[in-house]
């Protein structure tokens, strides 16, 4: 009776070793339909899809996490991409940043060639007490330069922090917006006011 049911558990795993091993790599899969079936057009380009940089290759690689030390790695790597303001002003102007922060606007295949981009803050976030339609899937930026100060280590890290969000926080969900070239250089000022000027609705 022994043998017999060793003998059916040893069958059992062999089956399942078999089902596995026949399973498709769904993920591979899913990219090939992505190439064959989605096309640049406009400023919606594939460069991204084709050809992961490392950070992109990194955090697909690991969906669960990456390890502490492969992280700081990558966060450091990044951080390194940061490029400052070249006159080391870093705050523009809020009422732009304002609209930056409410237009969801840029590099959709819609969009016209050299349109101006927005920022789509507040699908993500909190911004103001005015504003009630906002998103939550990153914190809260009520009083963001109230609650902070506006000292020159919150101001360089909030640019690094817009700029390559992944230079703090691997594999963040937020838009990489300076490395990626979504926003200018005068944008990211102004989105910097509309956290940090006292006179900026986020302060308010």
Partial sequence: MKKLTTGILLASLLASIQVMAAEPDYGKAALEMMKADFKAKGPATMERMVQQDDAQSQCSAS???????????????????????????????????EKIAQNGRGMQSS??????????????????????????IGPSLYQYGKLR???????????????????????????????NGVLTEAQLKDVMALLLDMESPVNK
């Fill in 111 to 136: 969009d016209p060639m050299g349109a101006v981009n927005g920022g789509n803050c507040y699908a993500c976030h909190q911004m103001s007490k005015t504003e009630i339609s906002f998103g939550n």
């Fill in 63 to 97: 969906p669960q996490g990456l390890k502490p030390a492969q992280a700081k790695k990558l966060e450091q790597a990044q951080l390194n991409t940061v490029k400052y303001p070249a006159d080391g002003q870093y705050m523009g102007d809020w009422k732009n940043g």
């Fill in 149 to 179: 100060g506006v000292s020159p280590e919150i101001m360089k890290y909030t640019w690094g922090k817009i700029y390559n969000a992944q230079a703090y926080n691997a594999c963040s969900k937020m838009p990489r917006f300076g490395h």
